[in-house]
């Protein structure tokens, strides 16, 4: 019989992730710019061990944003395989954060944007984002918006070509 921690070593790796959208009360998305990146991207980040995707979610919006935000229901699930420096899969989980009306959340906060982490953010619409992201992002971008509406909760695959 295989002792479990060497059945557990030997099995498959992926990294987990996961993020806010959010958006103004125009449906422009809330993107972020890290600082270790070439493009933009929603507010988040790598889930840590012991935590749930939603509440990695909520951390990474209070740690990144400064903003408490009631993490919703889960929009899209995506698979990314190893890409540029990450030498292993992606699951990434993109959860609905809700709207924020001029400028500020449901409670009137503000962003306070964690600089030593991000270099800026923004609302943009898809067009606008479709030039800041990679194909694969803003294909979760449109999966997000579809979800939304829709009510369903979006499955997408990447290809390597992607």
């Known amino acids: 019989m295989i002792p479990a921690d060497v059945f557990y070593a030997g099995?498959?790796?992926?990294?987990?992730?996961?993020?806010?959208?959010?958006?103004?009360?125009?449906?422009?998305?809330?993107?972020?710019?890290?600082?270790?990146?070439d493009h933009w991207g929603w507010p988040g980040g790598h889930i840590d061990e012991g935590e749930s995707p939603e509440?990695?979610?909520?951390?990474?919006?209070?740690?990144?944003?400064?903003?408490?935000?009631?993490?919703?229901?889960?929009?899209?699930?995506?698979?990314?395989?190893p890409l540029d420096d990450r030498p292993?899969?992606?699951?990434?989980?993109?959860?609905?954060?809700?709207?924020?009306?001029?400028?500020?959340?449901?409670?009137?906060?503000?962003?306070?944007?964690q600089e030593e982490e991000l270099d800026d953010y923004g609302f943009f619409t898809a067009e606008q984002a479709a030039s800041l992201m990679p194909a694969y992002l803003v294909a979760r971008l449109t999966a997000a918006q579809r979800a939304r509406a829709t009510g369903e909760t979006v499955y997408l695959p990447v290809s390597v070509a992607e």
Do not use: N
């Open 55 to 81: 509440a990695a979610c909520g951390r990474e919006l209070a740690e990144e944003l400064g903003l408490t935000r009631q993490v919703g229901r889960l929009l899209v699930v995506q698979w990314v395989p």
């Open 88 to 113: 292993i899969p992606l699951v990434h989980f993109l959860f609905d954060c809700g709207t924020f009306e001029d400028g500020t959340g449901e409670d009137g906060t503000m962003v306070v944007l």
């Open 11 to 37: 099995l498959f790796k992926v990294a987990a992730a996961a993020a806010g959208f959010l958006t103004d009360s125009s449906g422009r998305v809330l993107l972020v710019k890290p600082g270790y990146r």
